[in-house]
């Protein structure tokens, strides 16, 4: 069975850095695209960026390129979202998603930065 | 960077048909630009029910349908339940990036 697991709440200050955690199991983790979406609080989603596991290639959308970053541990497939400087904007649910058919999605991780 | 735009919002009776659309700010959108629809109901992940146009999961209802429609992509939904109440949002491809809709809101009333 696929599943993807995401790491649980985090509630962080501004400023703060941040690694959320999406593992993979049920399938070949290095073969398939695993993307982040965000959706903000009662707002819709957005695609921030994906990554190939296999060999770290990695895509970003241009809202997301520099303030974010995308990273994946094959010995334990695992992709991870990364932040080095929240900010109180940053609040919002995150999910993984396998991507070529966003077929298998994770539960979600929610961010909450605030002072 | 482009803009995906969706309905804000839909109404439709029971056992009705309704199509929404997704719409891009680059021109006509092709099979080129791959579409995918979600539906996401409160509480709760996205889920996937058509992917490159017209494709669906083993999941997906066939009372959902998805096509190209006057340079737009669409989703139809054939007989509406009330269940099927929740947010779709829409997914194109540009050149390696991706870009979500706004988003539907589908009443089922």
């Known amino acids: 069975e696929v599943q993807l697991v995401q790491s649980g709440a985090e509630v962080k200050k501004p400023g703060e850095s941040l690694k959320i955690s999406c593992k993979v199991s049920?399938?070949?983790?290095?073969?398939?695209?695993i993307g982040w979406v965000r959706q903000m609080p009662g707002k819709g989603l957005e695609w921030m960026g994906i990554?190939?596991?296999?060999?770290?290639?990695?895509r970003y959308s241009p809202s997301f390129q520099g303030q974010v970053t995308i990273s994946a541990d094959k010995s334990i497939s695992t992709a991870y979202l990364q932040w080095i400087s929240l900010k109180a904007s940053d609040t919002a649910m995150y999910y993984c998603?396998?991507?070529?058919?966003?077929?298998?999605w994770g539960q979600g991780t929610l961010v909450t930065v605030s002072s | 960077q482009a803009v995906v735009t969706q309905e804000p919002s839909l109404t439709v009776s029971p056992g009705g048909t309704v199509t929404l659309t997704c719409a891009s700010s680059?021109?006509?959108?092709?099979?080129?630009?791959?579409p995918y629809w979600f539906q996401q109901k409160p509480g709760q992940a996205p889920r996937t029910l058509i992917y490159?146009?017209?494709d669906k999961h083993s999941w997906t209802p066939a009372r959902f349908s998805g096509s190209l429609l006057g340079g737009k992509a669409a989703l139809t939904l054939s007989g509406a339940q009330p269940e099927d109440e929740a947010e779709f949002y829409c997914?194109?491809?540009?050149?390696?990036?991706?870009?979500f809709g706004g988003g539907t809101k589908l009443t089922v009333l």
């Open positions: 490159d146009t017209n």
């Open positions: 997914l194109l491809s540009y050149n390696g990036t991706r870009i």
């Open positions: 998603v396998r991507h070529e058919v966003f077929d298998y």
């Open positions: 990554i190939y596991p296999s060999d770290s290639d990695t």
């Open positions: 049920g399938y070949r983790f290095a073969t398939y695209w």
């Open positions: 680059t021109g006509a959108v092709t099979s080129g630009h791959h």
